[in-house]
Every structure is written in C-alpha cells, then in structure tokens.
C-alpha cells in the first residue's frame, strides 16, 4: 500500500531543473529583461512569408558556402586535369576549375552541397525581388519604414551582386563569358572606366587576380556586409513593429496576430524545415551550372547559347536590344552607348527609382504621418500600374537575354526578336500600366456598387408586374468594415500663381507637386460616404414594395429582412 503525501498550499517546493537553468541564465546574461519580445505579436498574411523565404535561403547559403571553402581553390595557376572525369583529362585548366570539378566528382556529397548552395541562391534573390514587390505594392515603406526600405534595397543589390561574384569563381567558359562583358562594361565608364578595370582585374583581362579577389568579395566582404544588414533590418521590424491588412480591430496602434513564443516560432520552424526540403530536392533532382560541360575559361572562345542565371538575365538583354552606337567627342575620346546606356545609365535609372521612391511619394503628397496598415494594390492603382509597368520592362529585357534560344527553338529570326525586344521595351511597360490602373479603377468601382447595392446572390426574383430582377443581397458587416477601410486618397489643391497681388515665390515647385499628386491620386474613386450609405439602405428597403415599384432600382430590393428574402418566388 503507498502513500501520496500533498504539500500544504503555499508551501515552498523544489523548483524544476528548468527554473534552476532559467535563473541561471538570468543572473549572467539577463534574460528575463527581454520578456517582451516573447509576447512580440505578428500577423498572418501568407505574403509575410517572402521575407522568411530569403531569410532561409541565407541560412542555407551560409552552411553550404563554409562547406564548400574547405574543398576550393581560389588560384588562377595554371594545372593539368587528372581527376576522375575523363572528357577534361590531359586539359589544362585554372586550380580553381579543377577544384571545382573535382568537388562535383570526387567528394562525398560535393555536387549536391554545390547545387544546394546554387539553388539557394537563385531562390534567394527571388524571394527578395517578390519581398521587395509587395512591400512596394502595399504601401510599408512609408514613414517610419524608409530607412528600412533603403536596407532592403540594398540588400537586394547586395545579394545580386554576391551571386554574380560566386558564380564567376568556377573560372568555367560561361562564367569567364561573364567577366569578360563586365570588364568591357567596366571599360565603358566615361573617365574613369580604365582606371576600374584596371583596379578590378589586376591588369588587363583575364589577368591572374580576379578570381582571388572575387573569392575574398565573396566569402568576406559582402556575406559580412548582408549578415550585418539583415541583422539590422530585423532590428528595424522589431523596433517599428510589423505592418497588417487592413480588417476589424485592426488599427495604426495595433497589431493582430501570434505571439513570438510558441505559436509564431513554432511556425517560423516548421517553414524553415519546409524551406530547406524544397532545396535539397531542387539540387538532388534538377542539374543547375554543370561547369564540366563547359569547359575552362580561355579568352579566344566563347560558349553557344550562353545565359547568366536569372537575376542577371535583364542586362544581358538589355545589352543585347541595345544597337552598336557610339561617337567621338573632343580630344579622340569614344564613347560606346552600346554598353553605356543599357549597362550603367539603365540599371542605375531602375535602382534610383526604386530607392527613393518612398521619398519621392512623401514629398509629393506631404503626408507626415505613421503607417502601419497596409495598402491593397487596387488602393493605389498609379503605384501598382507603375510596378507592373517596371516587371513588364525587365521581362521584355529578360527575354531579350535568350533571343538566341528563343529563335533557335521557336525557328524565328534573331533580327525579327531583337527588333520586337527593342519595341517592346517601350511599348509593353506602357500598355502593361494602362492595362493595369485601369483594372484597379474597375475593381474600385465594383466595390463601390457592392457597398450601395449589395453583391449578386445568384437568386432571381419576378415582380408583379412581370419584370425579372437579380437578387442583391447587403455585405455582412465584417466585408462591409474592409472595403470602407481604405483610405480615401486626394490630390493636393492647386497652387495660386500670386496672393493679393504678391507673386508665390514657390509657385513652380508647388505646381509640380500638383501635377504629380494628380498623376498619383487624380483618378482614385471615392468611398461612400455615411449618408450615401445610409440612403442606400433606405433605398434597398424600400425599392420593392408590396406593388413592385419599377421606377427606383429594383435590383436594390434585396437589402430587406431575412423573412421578406425567404418569400421571394425563385424561377428559372
């Protein structure tokens, strides 16, 4: 027979080994000081998860880089293969090519962790490029974001740039293909062109200093530079707390969703194993980069049907659209268009853009406050027109990058493409906008007429008079609440020229801003107000009366009592 003896109440017990760790840990490093960032709230909107796509690629991109420095060669010295892998044997090549091979054929495990470090990378850039297009879209990068904004940004550019560094470093022919247009791009910088290339390259190219360099950039400079910055933007979101959709008790003050600890953690981990089983069977299943079939790198050759990987894919069309022109202006100085205005004037156009955007919104509108609810895109059709514009120009360039493949496997011609490309690159992005704003205006004004009539129920209803009229039935509250939450946008007030007879001294800066906010905001549809709303459900209650009134709106009629609605006759 035993015996359980209970401790009175409020009596001291042992504590558990975990209290005693927890203590532990408390009295050195504080711990318990950061009690709030457990309850830390964060909303649940599957587009959050871009974010934490990038983040995982980075993680992975870190284990697989370090596991790939202990097997890599950053040497321009020249060898001869005797590996394993018989079509390169007797060839000589780069120790950085062979330990390159070698790590695909001759270490345990050593294709896979290259393809998983290759895949991460391509997933990398675009989970951030999608990231970086719906906090565009939305509207977050709005005050207090804009110094987060330009993080982002440049981790964007960062990321792009440490995936052309190490896809160079296999010193292969693609890759060497690649290096040699970035030294003539590197060349047609007016000035100081010669002086970068020569800097970069360690003399002329190839030369015997790129690849040490480009592994030092690559396993250093930049994964230290974006580790700090990711670092950093994380801080921010903590700090600024997380942007949510617009919905029921959701407000600039707020913020609805999970905890930090357990349910948000317990997801964010689930995401990442998913993640990381979506890479591994990327790289155990799709071949990506296969250098051996390439070859080494040796300047009098070049690769057929040679494309950089995706990311980059824009300038090498846009080097391609961009016809061979270049003049001699004074003291027999040439300047090549050809390379300068698709490779340095473009790209810095597209990335000035989308950096000071959130300024340039600022400014135009003068708004002042903080934002924490989100936009939807068809909120602000300029702002959305506009990004759908930007993805429709680095498509058409995109593709222009592969006009080449195109023609080849479609059995076209090459100068047919590439004039199509070069007439793309104005036409699509301007019909892609128009397109585009005016698909958001459209759903606006289908969500005005739902907030005054009602939405289609599908139901058909006769009157008395013999007339058939769809039934319309009145928004539950909840939908009601979100399609008036928006916020009603208007452009600024014309400027006076002069103000009892003094002329505005602002007067031409003050009309730009105008012009511009009317570009942003000129053709926005304006919510209901409360009185329109309230008339339109007095309206709806009234429309059908007992004698089927024809002269109002009758498909309003349906706004009425769940027991009018029960009576009405269903036909057809």
Not at 402 to 416: K, P, T, V, Y
Request: charged residues 20%.
């Amino acid at each position: 027979m035993s015996t359980t003896e209970t401790a009175p109440p409020g009596a001291r017990t042992e504590e558990s080994r975990g209290v005693r760790i927890a203590d532990w840990a408390d009295g050195r490093l504080g711990i318990y000081n950061f009690r709030f960032l457990i309850r830390k709230v964060f909303p649940d909107h599957w587009s959050f998860m871009f974010g934490e796509i990038a983040l995982y690629s980075f993680i992975m991109l870190l284990l697989t880089g370090i596991w790939l420095t202990m097997f890599f060669d950053p040497s321009m010295a020249e060898t001869v293969y005797d590996g394993s892998y018989a079509p390169l044997q007797g060839i000589p090549m780069s120790r950085a090519y062979e330990s390159t091979v070698n790590v695909s054929f001759d270490v345990r495990g050593g294709l896979l962790i290259r393809q998983l470090h290759h895949w991460s990378a391509l997933v990398m850039v675009a989970a951030l490029c999608v990231h970086t297009l719906r906090h565009f879209l939305t509207g977050s990068f709005r005050k207090p974001r804009e110094a987060n904004w330009l993080i982002g940004f440049s981790l964007l550019v960062l990321v792009t740039l440490e995936g052309f560094v190490g896809y160079s470093l296999p010193d292969d022919l693609l890759s060497g293909t690649g290096l040699r247009i970035t030294q003539g791009i590197t060349l047609a910088i007016p000035v100081v062109g010669t002086y970068l290339a020569m800097f970069l390259f360690g003399g002329e190219f190839p030369g015997q200093d790129i690849i040490p360099r480009f592994y030092s950039f690559h396993i250093l400079l930049l994964p230290g530079t974006i580790l700090a910055l990711v670092t950093v933007h994380l801080i921010l979101v903590f700090y600024h707390k997380h942007t949510q959709f617009r919905g029921p008790g959701r407000t600039e003050n707020n913020v609805v969703g999970q905890p930090l600890m357990p349910h948000y953690t317990a997801k964010a981990g689930g995401f990442f194993f998913l993640v990381t089983g979506v890479l591994a069977l990327l790289a155990g299943v799709a071949q990506i980069n296969a250098v051996w079939t390439y070859g080494p790198y040796r300047a009098d050759q070049i690769s057929q049907g040679s494309q950089p990987d995706w990311y980059m894919g824009f300038l090498e069309g846009a080097l391609r659209a961009m016809p061979a022109w270049e003049f001699t202006i004074w003291g027999g100085y040439t300047i090549n268009m050809g390379l300068l205005v698709p490779a340095v004037i473009l790209p810095t156009l597209m990335m000035a853009v989308i950096a000071l955007w959130p300024f340039l919104e600022a400014w135009v509108t003068g708004d002042k406050r903080e934002h924490h609810l989100l936009d939807r895109p068809r909120d602000h059709p300029t702002r959305t027109a506009f990004a759908c514009a930007f993805v429709a120009l680095y498509l058409v360039l995109f593709f222009g990058g592969a006009n080449d493949i195109l023609a080849e496997r479609f059995h076209l011609s090459l100068n047919a493409i590439t004039w199509s490309i070069r007439i793309g690159v104005f036409l699509v992005p301007a019909l892609t906008y128009v397109v585009t704003k005016r698909l958001c205006l459209g759903l606006q004004r289908r969500e005005l007429d739902k907030l005054l009539h009602g939405r289609e129920s599908g139901r058909i209803r006769r009157l008395p008079h013999g007339e058939f009229v769809e039934v319309h039935e009145p928004l539950d509250a909840w939908h009601e609440y979100k399609l008036l939450a928006r916020e009603d946008y208007k452009p600024l007030p014309a400027p006076q020229r002069e103000q009892d007879g003094v002329p505005n001294p602002r007067f031409r800066k003050e009309m730009l801003r105008y012009k511009l906010s009317r570009w942003l905001y000129g053709e926005q549809i304006a919510k209901p107000t409360p009185a329109e709303l309230e008339q339109a459900r007095e309206h709806g209650a009234h429309a059908l009366d007992g004698h089927g009134s024809a002269g109002g709106h009758p498909e309003i009629g349906a706004q009425r009592t769940a027991g009018e609605r029960e009576s009405d006759q269903k036909v057809l």
